[in-house]
T-cell receptor, first 111, second 114 residues
Framework: ELKVEQNPLFLSMQEGKNYTIYCNYS?????LYWYRQDPGKSLESLFVLLSNGAVKQEGRLMASLDTKARLSTLHITAAVHDLSATYFCAVPQGGSEKLVFGKGMKLTVNP | EAEVAQSPRYKITEKSQAVAFWCDPISGHATLYWYRQILGQGPELLVQFQDESVVDDSQLPKDRFSAERLKGVDSTLKIQPAELGDSAMYLC????????????FGPGTRLLVL
């Protein structure tokens, strides 16, 4: 059974700082998705990583995928308050399109 | 920009009552998903449709939940009877149906069962 683990689950950081969050998964997959969710809102797609070594960047966020290590990282550069949200990674199960989500990482960026 | 539509946005009901949620996917999207998200957790897939056919409903509690997508476009998720533990956000998502495509999520229906 595919398990997706995120760490940390909670992160409070100051504006201007850098940080990396992690997403591990338990079975082989060559794809991984990152989503953002604001409180009480739906999920917004951030990144789609489709192969080993894939790297995507959007603004202050950069995501990468290492399929051999079954690990994805989401790096935050010079955090700003607007990045405060919950970030989910998701992995498709067994070659299907069924996504298994991690528990999410709640990020708070303080002025 | 095309979006997934859901209604209602909020629903309060008493246990043992019936509730229904509606989803209209992005036009042309063949695959439709219903997820349940409990507060503080990630979404969990309840059912997946490809056009009008169910592809995966292994996590759908079939004694009380049902889902249909009769014409392969919009979809309805029903709970009867509702239980206290059903309180959650119900999210609908759609994708074009090709492999590796992003799933686009609707705004969700927040259900509270009293």
């Amino acid at each position: 059974e595919l398990k997706v683990e995120q760490n940390p689950l909670f992160l409070s950081m100051q504006e201007g700082k850098n940080y990396t969050i992690y997403c591990n998964y338990s079975t082989t997959s060559d794809r991984l998705y990152w989503y953002r969710q604001d409180p009480g809102k739906s999920l917004e797609s951030l990144f789609v990583l489709l192969s080993n070594g894939a790297v995507k960047q959007e603004g202050r966020l950069m995501a990468s995928l290492d399929t051999k290590a079954r690990l994805s990282t989401l790096h935050i550069t010079a955090a700003v308050h607007d990045l405060s949200a919950t970030y989910f990674c998701a992995v498709p199960q067994g070659g299907s399109e069924k996504l298994v989500f991690g528990k999410g990482m709640k990020l708070t960026v303080n002025p | 920009e095309a979006e997934v539509a859901q209604s209602p946005r909020y629903k309060i009901t008493e246990k043992s009552q019936a509730v229904a949620f509606w989803c209209d996917p992005i036009s042309g999207h063949a695959t439709l998903y219903w997820y349940r998200q409990i507060l503080g957790q990630g979404p969990e897939l309840l059912v997946q449709f490809q056009d009008e056919s169910v592809v995966d409903d292994s996590q759908l509690p079939k004694d009380r939940f049902s889902a249909e997508r009769l014409k392969g476009v919009d979809s309805t998720l029903k709970i009867q009877p509702a239980e206290l533990g059903d309180s959650a956000m119900y999210l609908c998502a759609s994708s074009p149906g090709r492999l590796q495509e992003t799933q686009y999520f609707g705004p969700g229906t927040r259900l509270l069962v009293l």
